[in-house]
């Protein structure tokens, strides 16, 4: 995008130089030739030409555009310049500060008003809290410089990849070094000779650390694979019924050593679904699970199927679609968590989760395997009610 835009405005910069060159050369070819004498016309239609090429341009390119006077007053600005600065202020006589309404860019254009240099700098506006780069080249006519001209990018998604790109790199050194210091220090504590029983727990408990660890490399190379798109879903009409009884038969031992209830209704025990079974498989084992975790002994899981038309907020039906729905009566998830659930490495407490084990992979994977069949995947919960975890598939 920013290699396209560059080449717009270099397309855009090249016309408008060649344009001015034309123009000198014809004047002079014409004061040259002394005659016949110049038609009066001529200039004018030049000019109504060269204003309706920088017109479209500007009003076609990519970047928003704001061309200011030497005292720093706004003297074109383009709907996109506009569109990306949410000004809501009418054109005439407006200062830049005012457009911007940022010190640092109105200083950086002062600097370039005064020495020539081009600068660039990146903006935040609070209004329309996006992430602006902003490029400043003087305006000059020969020595003199007439203004400049301020040429501006979204780099909202680059920058919001590059802090997701950072994050990644934190937390996956974060969720290591909590079973590495543990590792640490059980080895520390058996090459120390204890009783045979203690070495024996400790050699115990670095098994689950590791199991940990493994955990995590496991589901951070599965992520970057369904990322990446080279995880390939076999799509097939199938009914869900077994893929769900299935799962309840893994999850059901670690229920039962909880004292849990669980159960599942189906409300249309035939439908078939476009699902890849092993997937979808995955994905209800992971909801289960979670379930499971965050549900204290006593409670219930119950897993429901029924029939939707429409996903909420849709206006018009794109269904049917077959929705399943793992509900528990567990610790819930407080509603300033609920936005932020399917990042991945979220955890709603750190503390509480580190003890029940989890990388806070689990639903971003889920999330992925979902979206990939053409399916939602959501939440409703409330802190201390339980909590219930959606997700739709195409009916086959
Ligand atoms: P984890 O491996 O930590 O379980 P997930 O991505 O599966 O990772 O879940 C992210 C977080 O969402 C969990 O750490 C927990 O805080 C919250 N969560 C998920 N499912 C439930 C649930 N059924 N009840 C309460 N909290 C949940």
Known sequence: MTTLTLSLTLALVASLGLCAWLFV???RARAAAAAPPPRPAEPDQFKALTDALFQTAAANLDAGIVVVD?????????PQADALLASDQSLSGLSLIALLRDHQADALVAEVLHDGGPRELALKPISSGRTLRLRCTALATGAQITGAMLLINDITQLSMLERARRDLVANVSHELRTPLASLKLLLETVQSAPPPEVA???????AHEIDAITQLVDELHELAQIESGRVTLKLAPLPIRPVVERALERIRPQADRKQLVIQAEFAEAATI???????????LLNLLHNAVKFTGAGGSIVIR???????????????PWLTVSVSDTG???PTQDLPRIFERFYKVDRA???????????????????????????????EGQGSTFSFTLPVA
């Open 25 to 27: 050369a014809c004047q």
């Open 70 to 78: 030497p005292s720093r007053h706004v003297r074109y600005l383009n």
């Open 200 to 206: 024996q727990r400790m050699l115990g408990q670095m």
């Open 273 to 283: 679904a476009l699902m890849d079974e092993g997937r979808i498989g995955q994905v």
């Open 305 to 319: 199927t029924a029939l939707l038309d429409r996903h909420a907020g849709e206006p018009t039906p794109t269904g």
């Open 331 to 333: 610790v819930g998830i």
């Open 352 to 382: 509480r989760t580190r003890h029940a084990g989890g990388t806070g992979l689990g639903l971003a994977i889920a999330k992925h395997l979902v979206e990939g069949h053409g399916g939602r995947l959501w939440v409703d919960s409330a």
